[in-house]
């Protein structure tokens, strides 16, 4: 699949307000809104005019960075919401690490940054998507969900499951995805070998180098501590019967070549949303969808917009 986008998308954009929300263990999360910001306008729900909310979570290893392509496309016309997970991007990190957690940290930034009621599009990648799945049935989320895009994403079974180790599924690939992925070990520099090792795990054959390079400097940038810490809360996800208490409107997209996860992980979790209103899957494109598509995955949040918020406005 090729892309138009240019190189430049992939720069992290000057957010128009910058905030902290407080998760329940006093977490301080980082929180960033783009385009207009509808603090005034907020007071009153999804009030004409304003602009319709889109919440960005970005995946294991990363930070609000990934989302640069979907934030400048979006952020004309939308009020765009990104944040960095707990222990990532500019988020200090905390000693637990857990899907109730991630749960926790979603339900404050909505609590954070939108008003009693309002409703927004909420996107996940990877990690963000099991964050999302995590809070499914969480009061917070069900009040402002109007619905939500599951990227590159599981429920359970990720280190059974991946294909990051070409050998055939079993005890041994488990045991040598785990090692790997759990590593400790320092990532160092962005080097060509680097890039090479990054992209054979995370994205598809085609990616352009930019693409590669912009995907590397973020992951490389996690620290290795929290890169391990939640390395090992993902190992042990299972979120299986979060996926069934998801009750809005839900598309799924994944990569053909993800090895991450799988689109085993996408196609089991379509058939067990209540809402499903479409499973994607892009040939030969890895786990990094949103870089790797960004205007597919773009243009599938605009449309959950206009389907699922704009439309109840004008009702």
């Known amino acids: 699949m090729t892309t138009t986008v240019a190189p430049g998308t992939y720069a992290p954009p000057v957010p128009t307000r910058v905030l902290t929300a ?141 294909t990051v180790v070409p050998i055939r599924p079993g005890r041994l690939r488990t045991w040598l995805t785990g090692h790997i992925l759990g590593s400790r070990a320092p990532l160092g520099p962005v080097t060509p070998v680097a890039r090479r090792i990054l992209k054979y795990a995370t994205m598809g054959a085609g990616s352009a180098p930019h693409m590669v390079e912009a995907c590397a400097r973020i992951v490389h940038a996690c620290p290795r501590r929290v890169r391990h810490a939640w390395s090992d809360v993902l190992h042990l996800l299972d979120l299986d019967h979060a996926v069934r208490e998801l009750r809005v409107p839900a598309a799924v997209i994944v990569g053909s070549a993800d090895r991450m996860t799988p689109p085993v992980h996408s196609r089991r979790i379509a058939e067990a949303l209540p809402q499903c209103v479409g499973l994607t899957e892009l040939p030969g494109l890895g786990h990094m969808t949103p870089v790797e598509a960004p205007e597919l995955v773009t243009g599938t949040i605009r449309d959950l917009v206009t389907t699922h918020i704009a439309m109840k406005e004008g009702a």
């Open 22 to 162: 407080r998760s329940a263990d006093g977490t301080a999360l980082h929180v960033e809104v783009h385009g207009p910001d509808n603090a005034a306008d907020s007071a009153h729900g999804n009030a004409p005019g304003a602009a319709p909310a889109v919440v960005l979570a970005h995946g294991w290893t990363c930070s609000t960075a990934f989302w640069a392509a979907q934030i400048r496309a979006l952020s004309a016309e939308h009020r765009v919401i990104a944040y960095d997970q707990r222990g990532h991007g500019r988020t200090p990190a905390s000693a637990a690490c857990s899907a109730d957690l991630l749960a926790d940290d979603l339900e404050a930034v909505l609590t954070a940054t939108l008003a009693p009621g309002e409703k927004a599009v909420i996107a996940g990648h990877s990690m963000g998507g099991m964050t999302i799945m995590a809070a499914s049935a969480r009061p917070a989320f069900r009040d402002h969900a109007a619905a939500v895009l599951l990227c590159s994403t599981g429920s359970s079974r990720l280190v059974a499951e991946s």
